[in-house]
């Protein structure tokens, strides 16, 4: 038994420095991926819950890893947060997402994740400021979101930067809502325009009568609070037609599209917004 116990002991060095050889490789290769070209965006289309009109794209990081091949956000943004690469690939997110929404056909707008880190940073709203300036993004189609974790950590610098942002004309928007903490003080402490229903209650809804009535009390928290509601991960018809009954806003899902490279994104415009 001693034996075998040293002998798991190994394998778990072993794996350990598998482990940590991968991991740095990943570090390597993620610190040159900005400068090789290698990080894409794509977008997904946000659909209103009445018409089903396009309204916006929400823009969704891609790593095109020469040897990997496409690495999606879960695997990377993490580490990027971790090894403080964050910040410069967030303000290359957003320079890039206003440059190319500045081609779209107003009023259809952006919305762009941010991670808490940018705002520990310090220089996000001049980012944002220049990311509109640089584009001539119109501000009121930018859409910032931000996750719980945000409002958790802080300190009054996130409150003022919120502030500062919303008075550059731009939109906010809580993401995730439902996952984290959510404490409703944060509804009107900060100044949100919208908040968007994690996915993982609209794929429990039909089956489970408890998620559907918290639902249909987030949308009613959204009236009452004037924030518009946004359902995440619509993938059925039968969703979008419970979650419309509740009074949602916007969809988002791939009931209506998909995450796409910018390519697809004028195909996609002419067949879905043709009248
Ligand atoms: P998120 O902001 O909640 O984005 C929505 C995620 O749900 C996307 O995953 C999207 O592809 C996926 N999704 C959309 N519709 C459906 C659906 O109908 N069914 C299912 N099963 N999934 C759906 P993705 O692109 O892998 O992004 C994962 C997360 O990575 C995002 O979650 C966001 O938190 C983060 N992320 C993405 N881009 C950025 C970025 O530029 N900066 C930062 N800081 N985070 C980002
Ligand atoms: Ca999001
Ligand atoms: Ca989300
Ligand atoms: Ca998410």
């Known amino acids: 038994a001693k034996g075998d116990g040293r002998g798991a002991y190994r394998f778990f060095e072993a794996t350990m420095d598998v482990w940590a050889q991968e991991r740095r490789a990943l570090e390597i290769d993620l610190r040159s991926a900005l400068r090789n070209d290698e990080l894409k965006l794509f977008f997904q289309p946000l659909i209103g819950a009445k018409g089903h009109e396009i309204t916006g794209f929400e823009a969704l990081l891609r790593w095109q890893h020469p040897r990997r091949g496409l690495v999606g956000p879960d695997d990377f943004i993490e580490c990027a947060e971790q090894w403080g ?50 584009s001539g ?9 931000i996750t719980e974790g945000l409002l958790l950590r802080d300190t009054a610098g996130t409150l003022d930067q919120l502030r500062a942002l919303k008075d550059l004309g731009v939109r906010i928007a809580m993401d995730d809502f439902g996952t984290g903490y959510s404490s409703l003080a944060y509804l009107w402490r900060f100044p949100f325009d919208k908040i968007k229903i994690d996915r993982t209650f609209v794929a429990e809804m039909s089956g489970n009568p408890a998620i559907a009535d918290i639902l249909r009390t987030i949308t009613l928290l959204g009236r009452t609070l004037n924030l518009e509601v946004t359902a995440e991960g619509v993938e059925t018809a039968e969703q979008a037609s419970i979650l419309e009954d509740m009074r949602c806003d916007h969809f988002q899902g791939y009931l209506f599209g998909r995450p796409m490279p910018i390519a697809d994104i004028p195909g996609y415009l002419l067949e879905n917004m043709a009248q």
Not at 89 to 102: D, K
């Open 137 to 145: 993004l119109e501000p009121s189609r930018l859409e910032l979101e």
């Open 85 to 134: 690469l964050i910040c410069k690939i967030g303000e290359w997110v957003l320079h890039e997402a206003c440059r190319q929404a500045a081609a779209w056909p107003a009023p259809l707008k952006v919305a762009v994740n941010l991670s808490p880190n940018q705002f520990a940073a310090g220089d996000l709203v001049d980012q944002v400021r220049t990311a509109l300036r640089e």
